[in-house]
């Protein structure tokens, strides 16, 4: 079946440093891959997406690159602020399998001023 | 872009009653809608997946009779906590699929906490 791995946090880091999350994945077929974000108390919100190998997702100065040879899809920013502190979710949709999502476990990230 | 209510957004009630917690695409058509749960601090587990016109799809281990869901029409599907109890004390998350012939994309709700004293 299908499964997403993402970096285990939590993760602080101070404001202005880089960020990478790690995401691999397992599936079969040619799934579309996401970003969603978190915050506090509130549902989730599509960071980025890619829908096909070597596409690059980004959104908000966060970007990711779908990666078919290492089944990957890091997610990066160069400069991370305080109000980037929030639970980040990998995740992948097959359509072969009626379009439904699979979810890594999140990692928190917390940023410090 | 695209958008997709959830209602209530809170809710608080005691054992043994039901709750019904709405979910709605408020600017496009929806056959397929997915309902998750989420517990605190961890991920999302998909629960069932709502088709428009036929009966919901369940993931194992997910009872279907204690979670009912209608999808009754192509911008609404509901999910229905019968004979809640403590343990059923979550965060509840629909997601409403966007297809244009191209793309599909998932859209997510607010969310819905729901609270069982």
């Known amino acids: 079946g299908n499964s997403v791995t993402q970096m285990e946090g939590p993760v602080t880091l101070s404001e202005e440093a880089f960020l990478t999350i790690n995401c691999t994945y397992t599936?079969?077929?040619?799934?579309?891959l996401f970003w969603y974000v978190q915050y506090p108390g509130e549902g989730l919100q599509l960071l980025l997406k890619?829908?096909?190998?070597?596409d690059k997702g980004s959104n908000k100065g966060f970007e990711a690159t779908y990666r078919k040879e290492t089944t990957s899809f890091h997610l990066e920013k160069g400069s991370v602020q305080v109000s980037d502190s929030a639970v980040y979710f990998c995740a992948l949709s097959d359509r072969g399998n009626a379009g439904k999502s699979t979810f890594g476990d999140g990692t928190t990230l917390t940023v410090k001023p | 872009g695209a958008v997709v209510s959830q209602h209530p957004s809170r809710v608080i009630c005691k054992s043994g009653t039901s709750v019904k917690i709405e979910c709605r695409s408020l600017d496009f058509q929806a056959t397929t809608m997915f309902w998750y749960r989420q517990f605190p601090k961890q991920s999302l587990m998909l629960m069932a997946t709502s088709n428009e016109g036929s009966k919901a799809t369940y993931e194992q281990g997910v009872e279907k009779d204690k979670f009912l869901i209608n999808h009754a029409s192509l911008t609404l599907s509901t999910l229905t906590v019968t004979s809640a109890h403590p343990e059923d004390s979550s965060f509840y998350i629909c997601?409403?699929?966007?297809?244009?012939?191209?793309?599909?994309?998932?859209?997510f709700g607010p969310g819905t906490r729901l609270l069982v004293l």
């Open positions: 997601s409403a699929r966007h297809s244009t012939g191209v793309t599909e994309t998932q859209y």
């Open positions: 890619a829908t096909k190998a070597d």
């Open positions: 599936a079969t077929g040619y799934p579309s």
